[in-house]
C-alpha cells in the first residue's frame, strides 16, 4: 500500500493499547477525522470520552483524502432538488457551508498550523454544460452564490463550470494532530463485537453508556442493515512536483473527469474511480498519461488510493444507529466529501448525544428508507453483492470474512478486495479496511 504526502509531512505521536477493562461516559469507534472530531466536541461539553482505534490516529482514509473542504459535492443540488425538495436541499448546503465556518473559526481560535487556506471550488465538463448550468441554479436555489462561467486557470479549455466562492483546503493529519492531543485515545485496538453497552477487544472490553461507530464502515450486520444501504468506491491519486500552482480546486463531471488541487509545492490529480472489486486495468497508468499530456515536466513523486462509502440515496447516514439501539450512534457514508461531513457528524452527534434538537437530525437520519425497491441504485447494489456472495460459495476461492463474498485482485494496489461491501486485504491476507473484522484465513492467496 502506498502512502500519501499527509503521512510523508505529519507523523502524530504513537497511543498505547488499551490494557484492561474500562468504563466510560462515551466510546467512540475510529480515530480518523470524524471520530476526534465527534470526541473533541463531546469533551468540551465535559462528557468523559474514550476513542478506540484499529490501527493508529488518522491512519485510514482520513490519511488518503485530497482534503478540501467544500459544499461542493459533485452535482448533488440539483439531484437533492429532484428527489427530496428545495428545503432538504437548503439543509443540505447550510449544514456543509456551516462546517467550513466551523473549520475557519476552530484553526484560528486554537491557532492550529495545519495549512488552512480558503479558496474556490470548480466543477467544470467539456461535455455537459447542461448539467452544469442546472446544478448552478439549484446552488443558488439552496444559498450558495455560485458562479457560472467558462474561463479557468486549466491548462485545458471546458465548455462550462461553476465555482462556489469561500471554500478550503488543509492538511489533515496536521490537524488532527493538534485537536487529538487531549483526547483519550487507544491505538491498536480493533473492536471485535459491540453488544449492548459493551464492546470487546482484544486487550479487553469497553463499557460505555454510549457508543459512537465513526469506523468508516460500521460493522454490525444487525441491527441497522449497512450492508444493504451502502457500498464502497476506490479512486486514485497522484501527487505531482515541478507542476503549476492552482489557485482554486477543481473536480470534473464527466467520464474518467479529473480532481486537480495544489498542496504545499505538489499537484495533486486525481480520478480513475471505480466500485470496490470491480478495479480498472492500470489507473495510475490513466492518471500517469494524463499528467503526462497536461503537465509534461512534472514528476509523480507519490501515489496512493482512497475509499469510500457510498449510501444509495447520495446522503451520509449521521444519528441514531438504529431504534432498537437508542444509546448507539453512526457517521459513515460521506461520499467522496469526508472532510467536511466529518465535521458536520461532530456536531449533529454531540447535539444528539446533549440532549439537543438539530435541524439536520431527519435529513441524515440513518433510520430513513426512503428508497423504492424498483430504485436502479439499489437493484445494481443487490446484483452486485449477490453475484459476489454466490460466486464465494464456490470450492478454493478466497472468501471476505464479512459475508462470504468471493474477493478479487486488485493489481494496481496489489490486494484483495470485496465487490459486496468493500473490505480489503494485502497479498498475505491481512486486513486493510472493513466492514470485515479479521484477517482472511483462505488459502493460496498470493495470484
Known amino acids: ?98 462546517a467550513i465556518r466551523d473549520y475557519e473559526q476552530l484553526i484560528s481560535s486554537r491557532s492550529i498550523n495545519c495549512r488552512f487556506e480558503k479558496k474556490s471550488s470548480f466543477l467544470y465538463t467539456m461535455e455537459q454544460p447542461d448539467a452544469i448550468h442546472l446544478e448552478t441554479m439549484a446552488a443558488r436555489q439552496a444559498g450558495i452564490p455560485a458562479e457560472e462561467l467558462t474561463d479557468t486557470e486549466l491548462p485545458f479549455s471546458v465548455k462550462r463550470a461553476v465555482c462556489f466562492p469561500d471554500q478550503a483546503s488543509f492538511n489533515p493529519l496536521e490537524f488532527i494532530e493538534a485537536l487529538s492531543a487531549a483526547l483519550t485515545v487507544f491505538e491498536h485496538t480493533p473492536v471485535l463485537s459491540a453488544k449492548g453497552h459493551v464492546l470487546q477487544t482484544p486487550h479487553g472490553s469497553v463499557t460505555a453508556e454510549k457508543i ?75 492518471l500517469s498519461s494524463a499528467a503526462l499530456e497536461l503537465f509534461p515536466h512534472a514528476d509523480a513523486v507519490c501515489r496512493w488510493s482512497a475509499q469510500d462509502c457510498m449510501t444509495l440515496d447520495s446522503l451520509p447516514f449521521i444519528g441514531r444507529f438504529s431504534r432498537p439501539t437508542p444509546h448507539w450512534y453512526v457517521a459513515t457514508g460521506f461520499g467522496k466529501w469526508g472532510m467536511t461531513l466529518s465535521m458536520v457528524s461532530a456536531r449533529l452527534l454531540t447535539d444528539l448525544i446533549c440532549g439537543r434538537s438539530s435541524r439536520y437530525e431527519d435529513l441524515f437520519s440513518p433510520l430513513r428508507f426512503r428508497l423504492r425497491p424498483s430504485s436502479p441504485r439499489l437493484s445494481a447494489h443487490m446484483a452486485a453483492s449477490a453475484k459476489g456472495i454466490s460466486k464465494g460459495l464456490m470450492p478454493g476461492v478466497m472468501r471476505c470474512p464479512h459475508m462470504g463474498c468471493r474477493l478479487t485482485w486488485n493489481g494496481a494496489e496489489s490486494t484483495w478486495d470485496c465487490p459486496c461491501h468493500g473490505s480489503r486485504f494485502d497479498r498475505l491476507g491481512h486486513l486493510i479496511t472493513g466492514p470485515a473484522q479479521t484477517s482472511c484465513r483462505c488459502h493460496k492467496l498470493i495470484p
Open 1 to 98: 500500500m502506498m502512502k500519501s504526502i499527509w503521512n510523508q509531512t505529519c507523523r502524530i505521536p504513537g497511543r498505547n493499547p488499551l490494557s484492561g477493562s474500562l468504563d466510560t461516559e462515551i466510546a467512540v469507534i475510529g480515530g480518523g477525522l470524524a471520530g476526534i472530531l465527534t470526541a473533541f466536541y463531546l469533551s468540551m461539553e465535559g462528557k468523559q470520552v474514550t476513542v478506540l482505534e484499529a490501527g493508529s490516529i488518522a491512519s485510514g482514509q482520513t490519511s488518503k483524502t485530497t482534503a478540501k473542504i467544500t459544499s461542493q459535492h459533485g452535482l448533488i443540488y440539483q439531484k437533492l432538488l429532484t428527489d427530496y425538495g428545495e428545503t432538504a436541499m437548503r439543509l443540505y448546503a447550510k449544514s456543509n457551508q456551516q
Open 212 to 286: 459512537v461507530f465513526a469506523c468508516h464502515y460500521p460493522f454490525p450486520l444487525f441491527p441497522g442493515y449497512y450492508f444493504l444501504r451502502m457500498y464502497q468506491e476506490q479512486s486514485y491519486v497522484l501527487a505531482l512536483s515541478h507542476a503549476p500552482c492552482l489557485e482554486n480546486m477543481y473536480l470534473g463531471i464527466d467520464r474518467n473527469g479529473l480532481s486537480l488541487r495544489s498542496a504545499d509545492s505538489w499537484l495533486l490529480l486525481g480520478g480513475q474511480g471505480h466500485r470496490t472489486g470491480q478495479p480498472k486495468p492500470d489507473p495510475y497508468g490513466a
